[in-house]
């Protein structure tokens, strides 16, 4: 079994920049890829990204050139750098992986976008 536990959602004014983390209970060399997504009020969950356990990465449209996965092994945390966020960003954020073929999801944290 694994847990999730995100941190570092807040309030933050357009423009500006916040930093998530996702801390995992087991190593991450034992999960193969990691992957953030986010859910609006009233919209469907959407991917944000992922990493691998590579370090090779992949980002939702909306979010490229903006946002930037990494993930330190030594620590077994991921984690999510927003830059530039927008009003559209507002969401709740959650982070997931997948190990012994059994999906695992974080409480999520909430970040809202707001001047």
């Given at each position: 079994?694994?847990?999730?536990?995100?941190?570092?959602?807040?309030?933050v004014q357009p423009g500006e920049s916040l930093?998530?983390?996702?801390?995992?209970?087991?190593?991450?060399?034992?999960?193969?890829?990691?992957?953030?997504?986010?859910?609006?009020?009233?919209?469907?969950?959407?991917?944000?990204?992922?990493?691998?356990?590579?370090?090779?990465?992949?980002?939702?449209?909306?979010?490229?050139?903006?946002?930037?996965?990494?993930?330190?092994?030594?620590?077994?945390?991921?984690?999510?750098?927003?830059?530039?966020?927008?009003?559209?960003?507002?969401?709740?954020?959650?982070?997931?992986?997948?190990?012994?073929?059994?999906?695992?999801?974080?409480q999520g944290t909430q970040v809202?976008?707001?001047?």
């Open positions: 079994q694994v847990q999730l536990v995100e941190s570092g959602g807040g309030l930093s998530l983390s996702c801390a995992a209970s087991i190593s991450l060399f034992n999960l193969p890829a990691m992957g953030w997504y986010r859910q609006a009020p009233g919209k469907k969950r959407e991917l944000v990204g992922t990493v691998t356990r590579g370090g090779t990465t992949n980002y939702g449209d909306s979010v490229k050139g903006r946002f930037t996965i990494s993930r330190d092994n030594a620590k077994n945390t991921m984690y999510l750098q927003m830059n530039n966020l927008e009003p559209e960003d507002t969401a709740v954020y959650y982070c997931n992986t997948i190990f012994a073929q059994v999906l695992y999801w974080g809202t976008v707001s001047s």
